[in-house]
Nanobody
Framework: VQLQASGGGLVQAGGSLRLSCAAS????????MGWFRQAPGKERDFVAA????????YYADSVKGRFTISRDNSKNTVYLQMNSLKPEDTADYYC??????????????????WGQGTLVTVSS
């Protein structure tokens, strides 16, 4: 599985961005697509995830109510709509795939395919 993330940029606090992650190669219904982020000098943190087919999305508490993860299976693409952005959302954002069949994976070691990061900068 190859992943290509895009959509990062500079936005003012309170603004919105939508990240995209296009997957190529094989994708199976048991896969989970996730978004993580890593701020400078900090560990990589879970943001949101969704099963490739069916299943309820789940989110880190820090983004609940502001971020929405969705998928378009016809385009093999997962999106992360980010609203009400805050300066603390500034980070490199990574999409990832978990094919271990784990229920609700949220730890980075539970994901085995990773895209390159896309930088999101939120100015105050």
């Amino acid at each position: 599985v190859q992943l290509q993330a895009s959509g990062g940029g500079l936005v003012q606090a309170g603004g919105s961005l939508r990240l995209s992650c296009a997957a190529s190669g094989r994708t199976y219904s048991s896969y989970t697509m996730g978004w993580f982020r890593q701020a400078p000098g900090k560990e990589r943190d879970f943001v949101a995830a969704i099963r490739w087919t069916a299943g309820t999305p789940y989110y880190a508490d820090s983004v609940k109510g502001r971020f929405t993860i969705s998928r378009d299976n016809s385009k093999n693409t997962v999106y992360l709509q980010m609203n009400s952005l805050k300066p603390e959302d500034t980070a490199d954002y990574y999409c990832a795939v978990s094919d271990h069949g784990i229920s609700l994976p949220y730890r980075d070691y539970e994901y085995n395919y990773w895209g390159q990061g896309t930088l999101v900068t939120v100015s105050s």
